[in-house]
Nanobody, 125 residues
Framework: QGQLVESGGGLVQAGGSLMLSCAASGRSFSSYAMGWIRQAPGKEREFVAGTIKSGSSTLYADSVKGRCTISRDNDKSTLYLQMNSLKPEDTAVYYC??????????????????WGQGTQVTVSS
């Protein structure tokens, strides 16, 4: 019954910034690890960033380290991904995900608890 709804995607020039948001409902938001997964056309889904239920610990893919910051506001049941210094290779559909275990998010588990519908990020050169 839970739902994840992403927003904030769009078209941006290389070097620009975007902040993605994920609004959660129908669950106890603070009970879940949360994260972001992306999928570029013709490629496999890949882990981008994740955080434990408190938000006090975060993990990033090597490809985005230093450029992205994941955060969560449990009072607002919202997850964020601040993306800076964007590159054309960041172009993908970005999915918000939730699971009881952060490991499931980091490994892009086929048994992921929840997936959002995705939001398109396009970085032009």
């Amino acid at each position: 019954q839970g739902q994840l709804v992403e927003s904030g995607g769009g078209l941006v020039q290389a070097g620009g910034s975007l902040m993605l948001s994920c609004a959660a409902s129908g669950r106890s938001f603070s009970s879940y690890a949360m994260g972001w997964i992306r999928q570029a056309p013709g490629k496999e889904r890949e882990f981008v960033a994740g955080t434990i239920k408190s938000g006090s610990s975060t993990l990033y893919a090597d490809s985005v380290k230093g450029r992205c910051t994941i955060s969560r506001d449990n009072d607002k049941s919202t997850l964020y991904l601040q993306m800076n210094s964007l590159k054309p290779e960041d172009t993908a559909v970005y999915y918000c995900v939730a699971d009881l275990k952060l490991h499931s998010i980091v490994t892009v588990s086929t048994t992921m608890g929840y997936w959002g519908q995705g939001t398109q990020v396009t970085v032009s050169s």
